[in-house]
């Protein structure tokens, strides 16, 4: 039987703001404090797994693209070399 | 040195071009964009912008995009800065290019600027940002995290 939804005790150390934030939080919302910091818990992790998953997308999209051009095999020095020619190319347009 | 995650904090174009290359010289810069972006400050000024758009195509760059609106703060800056801030450090021997980005963090307040080009206006005195490497971003943000826990 699987144990992942199973709660797990844990003591926490929080800054005494933080903590005070949050007690004040529960108390507005009628909340149990272990209720909101599990909560809160869950949604960091929600936020962290969704930039990470967008920007994974991205990552994708753009190596196949890369790969497509022949661009994939470039190394770091070219890449930089590339883009300090982009840099005095576009600040020549922006201050021409 | 003040706190990387109370200051305005700038990326390099190429740290979100290595990032997402997941290019294995420097895979600090994927860990700090994918994993760590919600603690920091980000300000991006237009020159690194432009510089983005011009190496990804639409649909990759809304995605960027969405994901840096996830970061603690953003700020876009979508006005060229004043000529007469960036030749002040073409004087002081910046590249032109060099000299708009560090005229647009000088006028933004932005602290800490990371870029793997490690000589980025190095040579040039009383620089008023700290150049950072990603993986020396990662490392600060970690101490502080020790030092606060």
Sequence with gaps: MSTKNTPVQVTLKLPGDVYERVAHEAAQEQRQLEDLLSNLVMEGLAAKETVRNILEHVAEQYQDRLAREGKRRQSPDEVLEELRHLREQVAGELYP | ?149
Excluded at chain 2, 113 to 135: A, G, K, M, W, Y
């Design chain 2, 1 to 149: 040195m003040s706190s990387i995650r109370d200051s305005w904090v700038s990326l390099d174009t190429h740290e979100f071009l290595f990032a997402l290359r997941k290019e294995a010289r420097y895979p600090a810069c994927e860990t700090l964009l994918f994993d760590l972006l919600s603690r920091l400050q980000i300000y991006m000024p237009l020159q690194i912008l432009v510089e983005l758009q011009r190496n990804l195509t639409a649909n990759e760059m809304r995605g960027l995009l969405l994901a840096l609106n996830r970061s603690k703060t953003i700020q876009y800056d979508y006005a060229p800065v004043s000529l007469d801030l960036v030749i002040p450090w073409e004087r002081r021997g910046a590249k032109k290019g060099d000299a708009v980005i560090a005229a647009h963090l000088e006028s933004a307040g932005v602290h800490y600027f990371i870029s793997e080009n490690r000589h980025f206006l190095s040579q040039l005195p009383d620089l008023p940002f700290i150049v950072l490497t990603s993986e020396e971003a990662v490392q600060l943000l970690k101490d502080e995290d020790t030092i606060s826990s």
